[in-house]
């Protein structure tokens, strides 16, 4: 059975803040032409240049994937990525006049909402796969971490999650079938802990961020005076820490959320390969640096083929 590209049957518009930048705009999703790939176009800036979505072009992974190109950037896009990977999307533009993708709530929820909306065609051009053959791993013993890919005849994903909190300790997710992305995997919202949320404030990070979009876990005593100031900080008439160890901002979608959201993450950074991959998954720790690193390794050998 032939597998077709797939491309979008009209363009639509996203709209939103970025989580780092404070940024407001949006971006627009616009039907390409087969092997078109994924690309950004920065139409806010001079010539408005274009930057592939690969991950030769990674610059930064320190709170998000940062990605830059022909003197344009375009930060926090691992979200929209994996709406485009989970809903098996090839070909797209991504018109977008900021430097950031909007956060939304912190997930890809909405970019699949976009795109199922403008609706997906098929494309009379075969996908091209990169078809994993033989093992590959990343590996940063110091902080635990592993990603390995075997092959396999489809794509399938396990993630597993430790940091070691009692709020948050060993969590599982898994996806082996993207047809499950949009209910099981994009709803999940990014998360942070108080202390690297009082961090990035600190820093004057976060410039977009309010308690909407992301889950905040606590793990240590917090005063009433503390809480206040949140509630302060962020427009909202109270702040508690709710059973689960979370701030009462929200509630969980899934027990394990923050394991399915890694996992999001993974499936964004991996589309920076710039193929659809055919290979089993299996991710401990991910971070988006330790991403980025193994879709290099895994690009390699695609270059090697």
């Not at 990674?58 to 994937?65: A, F």
């Not at 065609?121 to 890919?149: M, P, S, T």
């Not at 993974?266 to 640096?289: M, N």
């Amino acid at each position: 059975m032939i597998d077709y590209q797939h491309t979008l049957k009209t363009s639509i518009s996203v709209h939103g803040t970025g989580l780092h930048t404070g940024q407001k705009g949006s971006i627009t999703f616009v039907p390409a032409p087969i092997n078109h790939g994924i690309k950004f176009k920065r139409i806010d800036l001079p010539g408005q240049p274009i930057v592939n979505a690969s991950v030769d072009n990674v610059i930064d992974t320190s709170r998000g994937t940062t990605i830059a190109e022909n003197n344009a950037i375009v930060f926090t896009m691992e979200h929209v990525l994996a709406a485009l990977t989970g809903l098996c999307v090839d070909n797209v533009l991504i018109e977008l006049d900021m430097d950031e993708i909007p956060i939304r709530d912190g997930s890809s929820k909405y970019f699949v909402e976009a795109i199922e909306q403008a609706g997906i065609i098929q494309q009379i051009a075969e996908r091209n796969y990169l078809v994993i053959d033989k093992e590959i791993v990343f590996r940063d013993e110091d902080k635990g971490v592993e990603l390995k890919i075997i092959p396999c005849d489809t794509f399938k994903i396990d993630v597993k999650i430790d940091y070691g909190t009692e709020v948050l300790n060993v969590q599982y997710a898994q996806l082996h079938d993207l047809k499950d992305f949009k209910q099981e995997i994009s709803p999940c919202r990014t998360f942070v802990f108080l202390h690297e949320l009082e961090f990035l404030l600190k820093n004057n990070l976060i410039k977009g961020g309010d308690l909407s979009n992301a889950i905040v876990f606590v793990n240590r005593k917090v005063g009433q005076e503390e809480l206040d100031r949140l509630a302060d900080l962020f427009n909202k008439p109270k702040v508690v820490v709710k059973e689960e160890g979370i701030l009462n901002n929200l509630d969980l979608h899934f027990v394990n959320e923050p394991a399915r959201h890694k996992l999001l993450d993974v499936i964004g950074d991996l589309t920076l390969v710039g193929l659809p991959i055919k290979g089993h998954v299996t991710a401990t720790k991910p971070g988006h640096y330790s991403n980025t690193e193994f879709a290099k390794l895994i690009k390699q050998q695609m270059k090697n083929l």
